[in-house]
């Protein structure tokens, strides 16, 4: 009720109001429309009119539902795995994260902002990296490698990687 107190009071003052609310259709189903509200004067400067252009924008506000309901379910899978996982660029870049793989690691979030796969595996050359990562594209490996913890620690652990284009970007 507020909400449509607030609308007539700024377009029965002159002004235009735009928004997006739910409204009901006369079946009773309901609807999320983006609206314009402008009033209409005469000549003498009185509102005699209002003037509504509205959109209905269901299907958005439902997919955007969606791609929220499905970011939260990356994000509980990808943070509760007890698995390290991590994405990568191209280049080796750190892109994401989840906790397990931080914590097998040492490192902060905001360090983690800055640190590439040379920083962690410390069995490959700049050069052997580059093929790994090059050759992720082609397939799948799984293979052994070394990681060195912030604080020195070397740990040994097995990977499985695989590299994924997304909308025309690779990433490991």
């Not at 959109?55 to 990356?74: D, G, H, R, V």
């Amino acid at each position: 009720q507020e909400e449509y107190a607030e609308i007539w009071r700024v377009i029965c003052q002159g002004g235009k109001w735009k928004g997006i609310f739910q409204n009901r259709k006369k079946n009773g189903d309901l609807y999320w429309e983006s609206t314009t509200i402008s009033p209409l004067k005469n000549h003498a400067g009185e509102i005699t009119h209002f003037i509504s252009i509205k959109e209905n924008i269901t299907p958005q506000i439902l997919a955007e539902k969606k791609l929220k309901e499905s970011e939260e379910k990356y994000r509980v899978l990808m943070q509760t795995s007890m698995d390290l996982i991590h994405i990568t660029d191209m280049k080796g870049n750190l892109l994401d994260y989840n906790f397990a793989f931080l914590n097998h690691l040492g490192y902060s979030q905001e360090e983690a902002k800055y640190l590439n796969v040379r920083d962690w595996d410390v069995k490959w050359t700049d050069t052997q990296l580059k093929e790994i990562i090059q050759s992720l594209l082609e397939k799948p490996l799984l293979f052994e490698t070394v990681h060195r913890r912030k604080d020195g620690l070397i740990r040994y652990v097995e990977i499985n990687a695989v590299g994924v284009e997304i909308r025309g970007e690779y990433f490991l």
